[in-house]
């Protein structure tokens, strides 16, 4: 499965840099995130708990960065296994645009899940993936304004402006780089504790950067006359994983340019 879409944030964008790339910022905003943590330049972990229906699931796992293009955009793979829930692949592209005093996200993703998360009716995840989307991108205009000023946010608390993910006409694959390492459990949706790699790749949001992006990243559709179906909960990681890969590009690409 492939979704498209983008997320208009009412900031300039050297702000979306500097809150992209602000980890306790992500981490306040992504639903479900207990840690994100980079790395280097091109990974990170995150650990992440999302409930899609009767099925609580956990990921944890690596996120790899790729096809960089300063200041145009990446590519963020990922994989994983959840146990008894199943397995998520997929990956995301993302670019970003300036737009007057605001800064356009534009995300393509594609997601493939295996085991009991894909046997959860479409509706279902498209609702999930939507409504992760929605939290995380209301909790970032918000954080912006509190952390550098309405001044500077261009009226973030006003929310974010987004257009509808669709559907790409046909899926295109890519291989998944990273390996996860997550367990899953049903009923519950509490977290562990620490855990090392982990990516809410294995919930995508399609950024809607979600949802949605994030960040996802797994880039890998669902074979033509698949049952499989993807997930709201990988849906929603891509996306998350997508927003953070996009803050630790552009914190690289702003030190880059001072």
């Known amino acids: 499965m492939k979704m498209a879409g983008q997320q208009r944030i009412p900031a300039s964008r050297d702000v979306v840099w500097k809150a992209l790339n602000d980890p306790a910022i992500l981490e306040a905003c992504i639903p479900g995130c207990q840690e994100l943590v980079k790395l280097s330049d091109t990974q990170m972990t995150a650990t992440a708990v999302i409930k899609v229906g009767p099925v609580s699931a956990k990921f944890q796992g690596a996120v790899t960065l790729s096809d960089l293009d300063p200041p145009n955009g990446y590519r963020i793979t990922g994989e994983g296994q959840g146990g ?95 390996p996860y390492r997550p367990e899953a459990e049903t009923g519950s949706s509490g977290f562990p504790g620490r855990a090392g790699l982990a990516s809410l790749l294995a919930l995508a949001l399609l950024v809607g950067a979600g949802w949605y992006f994030f960040g996802g990243g797994l880039p890998k559709l669902v074979p033509a006359g698949s049952n499989q179906a993807v997930s709201p909960d990988f849906a929603s990681a891509v996306v998350l994983l997508i927003v953070a890969a996009i803050g630790y590009l552009f914190g690289r690409l702003q030190t880059g340019r001072h």
Do not use: C, W
């Open 84 to 178: 008894v829930a199943g397995f998520a692949k997929g990956g995301a592209v993302v670019r970003l645009e300036a737009d007057g005093d605001a800064t356009l996200l534009h995300y393509d993703v594609s997601a493939e899940i295996g085991g009991k998360l894909s046997q959860l009716g479409g509706r279902l995840i498209d609702a999930t993936a939507k409504q992760m989307s929605a939290a995380f991108f209301k909790r970032f205009a918000l954080e912006i304004e509190r952390q550098y000023g309405k001044g500077n946010a261009t009226h973030a608390s006003a929310g974010i402006e987004t257009t509808s993910a669709r559907p790409a006409a046909e899926p295109d694959r890519q291989a998944a780089r990273r």
